[in-house]
T-cell receptor, first 114, second 108 residues
Framework: ETGVTQSPTHLIKTRGQQVTLRCSSQ?????VSWYQQALGQGPQFIFQ???????GRGNFPPRFSGLQFPNYSSELNVNALELDDSALYLC?????????????FGSGTRLTVV | GENVEQHPSTLSVQEGDSAVIKCTYS??????FPWYKQELGKRPQLIID?????GEKKDQRIAVTLNKTAKHFSLHITETQPEDSAVYFC???????FGAGTILRVKS
């Protein structure tokens, strides 16, 4: 078991609704990144949090927002859901980047927007 | 920003043969290049990574080579086995910009 856990595993929402996805990073990992993986595609970087501050953002609109908590767990919030938001959402955590460690992924949350 | 291209999109090999997957990247400032294996319905798993101060890294049947001048890196799998069948993704940079993936099928 990698130690990165995500909840829920599956979720169905209606267009226009809001959703919150959660990620518990591996113990001691203070860097968390979120990715969107559409079917048949590679993961797309949404944003990264380091010590509770946003540390980089990909090409996603402001309705995608996030938080990181003092225990380094994280949330991804998506407002005004669109059909194209249907995807697997992955979080990945890492030890301090300067230490030279790579990212460990969680199992993801499968979001379906109808 | 960084852009990563990955080739081929699908690759079929006979069991025991070698497989090579290639990626190019655009941002010369990128200095971290991991490879992930993703089986159907599962999370991406890191199989090997390389940083820009190293040209080659090997771990048993898997190796990665990096050419910083040409901005490309490759994954080499030797003595392929049916359990190597999966989707492989390359990525570049500390925020991980991914390639589109390669479906590897190992025929027994």
């Amino acid at each position: 078991e990698t130690g990165v856990t995500q909840s829920p595993t599956h979720l169905i929402k209606t267009r226009g609704q809001q959703v919150t996805l959660r990620c518990s990073s591996q113990s001691g990992h203070n860097t968390v990144s979120w990715y969107q993986q559409a079917l048949g595609q590679g993961p797309q970087f949404i944003f990264q949090y380091y010590r509770e501050e946003e540390n980089g953002r990909g090409n996603f609109p402001p309705r995608f927002s996030g938080l990181q908590f003092p225990n380094y767990s994280s949330e991804l919030n998506v407002n005004a859901l669109e059909l194209d938001d249907s995807a697997l959402y992955l979080c990945a955590s890492s030890l301090p980047w300067a230490a030279g460690y790579g990212y460990t992924f969680g199992s993801g949350t499968r979001l379906t927007v109808v | 920003g960084e852009n990563v291209e990955q080739h081929p999109s699908t690759l079929s090999v006979q069991e025991g043969d070698s497989a090579v997957i290639k990626c190019t990247y655009s941002d010369s400032a990128s200095n971290y290049f991991p490879w992930y294996k993703q089986e159907l319905g599962k999370r991406p798993q890191l199989i090997i990574d390389i940083r820009s101060n190293v040209g080659e890294k090997k771990d048993q049947r898997i190796a990665v080579t990096l050419n910083k001048t040409a901005k490309h890196f490759s994954l080499h799998i030797t003595e392929t086995q049916p359990e190597d069948s999966a989707v492989y993704f390359c990525a570049a940079g500390d925020k991980l910009v991914f390639g589109a993936g390669t479906i590897l099928r190992v025929k027994s």
